[in-house]
C-alpha cells in the first residue's frame, strides 16, 4: 500500500543554518503532497502542499518541489530560526481512489538553536 | 473562522473508566476525522465521517472505541472500558470535500491519560 517515509530525527541546527527534511514515498496513482507542521501542544498545521508532479510549495520560507522521478518530496529552508523548532510531517492523499485520505511519515523533529 | 476546536485539551482518569472525547469541526466542512498520536505508533486514522455518516471506519482499534457525528457540527469519540494503553493525543480534523488535494485542518488534540 502507499506509504511515506521520512528521515529520523532530531535535526539540531544552528540559527540560520540550512534545513532539509528528506522525505520519500509510495503511491500508486496520482497522491497530493503535503508537509504539516506541529508545534508543542498543538495539533497539525498545513505548512504546504504540491498536488502534481514538479509543482513547488512554499510558505513561510520552506519549500518542497513534488518529485515523481525519486518519489520524494524533500522539504528546505534557507535560514531557520528558533521559531521553526517542530516536528514536521510529510504526508501524502490516496491517490488511486480520491478519498482524500492522508498517509502520515512519522514525522521530525527539528530543534533550532540560537 | 474558528478552526476545529476539541474538548476537553487534557483528560486524566482511571482505567475502567469511560472516556468521552469532543469535536466541532469547521462549518461547511463535510468531512471529520479522528486520529490517534503516540510515540510509537505515530499519527493513526481511526475513524472518518461524510456528512455524518461513518464512512471508513477500519482503524478503530477494537470494540472499546465508538465513534458518533450526530450532526454537521459535533463528533464524540468513546472510550469504554478504558485502559492505560489507550493513553494518547487524539486529533479530530475536518475538510471541506474529500479530494486529493484538499488539506485536512485539525485541532488542537486531547492528551488522554489512562492511570
Known amino acids: 500500500g502507499d506509504s511515506v517515509t521520512q528521515m529520523e530525527g532530531p535535526v539540531t541546527l544552528s540559527e540560520e543554518a540550512f534545513l532539509t527534511i528528506n522525505c520519500t514515498y509510495t503511491?500508486?496513482?496520482?497522491?497530493?503532497l503535503f508537509w504539516y507542521v506541529q508545534y508543542p501542544g498543538e495539533g497539525l498545521q498545513l505548512l504546504l502542499k504540491?498536488?502534481?508532479?514538479?509543482d513547488k510549495g512554499s510558505n513561510k520560507g520552506f519549500e518542497a518541489t513534488y518529485r515523481k522521478e525519486t518519489t520524494s518530496f524533500h522539504l528546505e529552508k534557507g535560514s531557520v530560526q528558533v521559531s521553526d523548532s517542530a516536528v514536521y510531517f510529510c504526508?501524502?492523499?490516496?491517490?488511486?481512489?480520491?478519498?482524500?485520505?492522508?498517509?502520515f511519515g512519522q514525522g521530525t523533529t527539528l530543534q533550532v538553536k540560537p | 473562522d474558528a478552526g476545529v476546536i476539541q474538548s476537553p485539551r487534557h483528560e486524566v482518569t482511571e482505567m475502567g473508566q469511560e472516556v468521552t472525547l469532543r469535536c466541532k469541526p469547521i462549518s461547511g466542512h463535510d468531512y471529520l476525522f479522528w486520529y490517534r498520536q503516540t510515540m510509537m505508533r505515530g499519527l493513526e486514522l481511526l475513524i472518518y465521517?461524510?456528512?455524518?455518516?461513518?464512512?471508513?471506519d477500519s482503524g478503530m482499534p477494537e470494540d472499546r472505541f465508538s465513534a458518533k457525528m450526530p450532526n454537521a457540527s459535533f463528533s464524540t469519540l468513546k472510550i469504554q472500558p478504558s485502559e492505560p494503553r489507550d493513553s494518547a493525543v487524539y486529533f479530530c480534523a475536518s475538510s471541506h470535500r474529500l479530494d486529493r488535494t484538499q488539506p485536512q485542518h485539525f485541532g488542537d488534540g486531547t492528551r488522554l491519560s489512562i492511570l
Open positions: 503511491a500508486t496513482g496520482y497522491p497530493s
Open positions: 504526508a501524502l492523499s490516496d491517490g488511486s481512489s480520491n478519498t482524500g485520505k492522508l498517509i
Open positions: 465521517f461524510n456528512n455524518n455518516v461513518p464512512i471508513d
Open positions: 504540491a498536488t502534481k508532479a514538479d
